[in-house]
Nanobody
């Protein structure tokens, strides 16, 4: 069973930056598609960014130009660099892995709170 553990969340003021990390066990990142999702209170879970094994990235319009997804296959870790944070970025952020078998795994989430 794949385990994903997010870290790096916290409280930051508007305009600041955070880097989220997602460490995997039980599976290598290298053949998999990775993603970061977020869910604010009262809102549905939203895709923020994805990164394929081939290096292709996709971003939600709401974060484009501010967030960057990257991976370190040797460390089985995926990152989400978040710059120019806004209060509307406040959410629980979840790491997601889609295996080569097409199965989706989720981390427990890490809270990001952006103050005005």
């Amino acid at each position: 069973q794949v385990q994903l553990v997010e870290s790096g969340g916290g409280l930051v003021q508007a305009g600041g930056s955070l880097r989220l990390s997602c460490a995997a066990s039980g599976s290598s990142f290298s053949p998999n598609t990775m993603g970061w999702y977020r869910q604010a209170p009262g809102k549905r879970r939203e895709l923020a960014a994805t990164l394929t094994s081939g290096g292709s990235t996709m971003y939600a319009d709401s974060v484009k130009g501010r967030f960057t997804i990257s991976r370190d296959n040797a460390k089985n870790t995926v990152y989400l660099q978040m710059n120019s944070l806004k209060p509307e970025d406040t959410a629980v952020y979840y790491c997601n892995l889609i295996s080569t078998m097409g199965y989706s795994y989720w981390g427990q989430g890490t809270q990001v709170t952006v103050s005005s």
